[in-house]
């Protein structure tokens, strides 16, 4: 499958993609995108992680084990995966705070933040499709299935929040003889 970068204007496959990120540098600095406390972490690369993608929902990346949830809204899809970490978000190999607003970032992080594992957890999400605020709220889709897999005690907060509920409501086709979903032409009477 080859992807293409719509800024270069020229295809890249997304394994050699991978592998230039992660040969990129041994240490990145970080911060938490919604509970900055003006630190600066900084945190361990693996150059020899390979990504496995899994129907099970948990399977390991080299030494890193995680748990995958897929999320939806509109036309929006997100892959969500979970490690035990330090609180690092990575979205489509960008920082969270770089491809969100705040706001959206918020969204996207809160069913951490009401299990309170915030800085316990580093979280890659790969997206695509829709806007920006569908794709916040399908990550947290994603996100709120994925802690549900890791921990069914979950299961009490997620659900009153309205977290775990796939948001049915989406842009409705177009029906030939009108001119949208159900704006009918103009009427005329002579």
């Known amino acids: ?40 972490t900084t945190v361990k690369n693996q150059s020899n992680e390979t990504f496995v993608p899994t129907l099970l ?3 390991s990346i080299g030494k890193k084990k995680y748990i995958e949830g897929i999320g939806r809204r509109k036309t929006s899809t997100a892959r969500v995966r979970i490690y035990d970490g330090t609180g690092q978000w990575v979205i489509n190999g960008k920082d969270a705070s770089k491809y969100f607003s705040k706001q959206q970032v918020q969204t996207a992080v809160s069913p951490l933040i009401q299990i309170r594992k915030a800085n316990k957890r580093d979280v890659s999400v790969h997206v695509s499709g829709g806007g920006p605020n569908g794709q916040a709220v399908a990550i947290r889709h994603g996100l709120s299935r994925a802690l549900l897999l890791e921990d069914e005690a979950h299961l009490p907060v997620l659900k009153p929040l309205g977290f775990l509920t796939r948001d049915p409501r989406a842009k409705e086709r177009k029906k030939f003889g009108l001119r949208r979903a159900r704006r009918a032409p103009q009427f005329s009477k002579r």
């Open 57 to 59: 929902g948990a399977a």
């Open 1 to 40: 499958m080859v992807t293409k970068d719509i800024k270069n204007k020229n295809p890249k496959a997304p394994a050699k993609r991978v592998k230039k990120e992660l040969a990129k540098a041994d240490t990145t600095s970080f911060h938490h995108p919604v509970l900055d406390t003006g630190s600066t």
